[in-house]
């Protein structure tokens, strides 16, 4: 049997990784944390912090000599640094897995997070990774895919409620229709064992036979745990993330599904159902019938100034020196 500290025991433990790898996506604020919370609380499983790896940490996969110049790249990300990985280790795990620089310090990476916590099987959990799931699919061969869908009222209400994410809805409504336009790409040409879908609504109304049939997608037999992730060991989140995440540690709940009945514009509904009527329907969410006055103009309106607040942001850099903080 080969040994971890092994240049043979290290292509092992790749590839055990790679083998057992999996992927949860889906537009931000749809339920990814919570799905991740589910999942990690099996005991064979675990799933670090959201990495962004594809998405923000070597968006575009530009030209690197090696693994120790991606590695060192990935580092200068804050989110990398609170895993707390052993240098050596993540480089020689990307070297033993044959892959090109990025993708190879990415499964170097998880190879190690997953010994660290000595467990069977790692998943990773970045909203973002929604637009490279061909790449990954390729690169990973053997990965699994779960996306979960949320009401895009509901979504656009937690986007517009979190104090990260901007205050113009148009972004909300073109990151939930980008998502699912996605989806029904992928979900037509990917086989059914290796991409599924699960609406958050039938999630949390009803965890054990969702939770079942994930587990049974993903190749695990279905523990109990799974149920309550507020038990679980191992959060899944960095202490900057702490207030967005707390609800990840309360056991499952239902009240969020319909708070956008309540505590959403009307203006935002009409908007939200004149954008995405058609795939709320085809994927079972009931329109409200709400309606405002030129709701094609105020949409447009508020595409207008989500391009601005966007350019502003670039120009000062915000987004940049929050990510390498």
């Not at 055990?16 to 999942?39: D, H, P, Y």
């Not at 036979?209 to 959060?235: I, N, Q, T, V, W």
């Not at 447009?300 to 120009?315: H, K, Y």
Request: aromatic content about 8%; hydrophobic content about 40%.
């Amino acid at each position: 049997m080969s040994q971890p500290g092994t240049a043979s025991g290290r292509v092992s433990s790749v590839q055990q990784t790679c083998e057992g790898l999996f992927f949860i996506v889906g537009c931000g604020r749809s339920g990814t944390s919570l799905l991740q919370a589910m999942v990690s609380s099996h005991p064979d499983v675990i799933v670090p912090i959201e990495t962004k790896f594809f998405s923000v940490v070597s968006p575009g996969h530009e030209e690197v000599p090696d693994v120790s110049a991606a590695w060192a790249h990935a580092k200068r990300f804050w989110w990398i640094r609170e895993l707390e990985l052993d240098d050596a280790r993540v480089i020689d795990g990307a070297q033993a897995s044959g892959l090109a620089p990025w993708p190879a310090v990415f499964v170097g990476m998880l190879t190690e997070f997953r010994e660290s916590h000595e467990k069977a099987r790692v998943g990773e959990k970045s909203p973002g990774h929604m637009r490279n799931v061909p790449s990954l699919a390729s690169w990973f061969p053997n990965a699994r895919f779960i996306h979960i869908v949320r009401d895009p009222r509901a979504v656009c209400l937690s986007f517009l409620n979190a104090d990260f994410a901007g205050n113009h809805i148009a972004r909300h409504i073109r990151a939930w229709r980008n998502s699912i336009d996605r989806h029904l790409r992928y979900a037509e040409r990917m086989p059914d064992d290796r991409y599924t879908m699960v609406r958050y609504e039938d999630l949390v109304r009803d965890p054990e036979p969702e939770m079942r049939r994930l587990a049974d997608f993903l190749g695990l037999a279905f523990d109990p745990a799974m149920l309550d992730p507020s038990k679980r060991e191992h959060k899944g989140f960095g202490e900057r993330q702490a207030q967005h995440m707390t609800n990840t540690l309360k056991p499952v709940f239902t009240s969020s599904i319909d708070k956008w009945k309540t505590a959403m514009k009307r203006e935002h509904v009409a908007m939200v159902e004149h954008a995405l009527g058609e795939r709320m329907r085809r994927l079972g969410y009931e329109l409200s019938g709400a309606s405002v006055a030129m709701v094609g103009a105020r949409l447009a309106g508020s595409e207008a100034a989500d391009a601005c607040a966007r350019a502003w942001a670039r120009v000062t850099g915000k987004t940049k020196r929050r990510q390498e903080g």
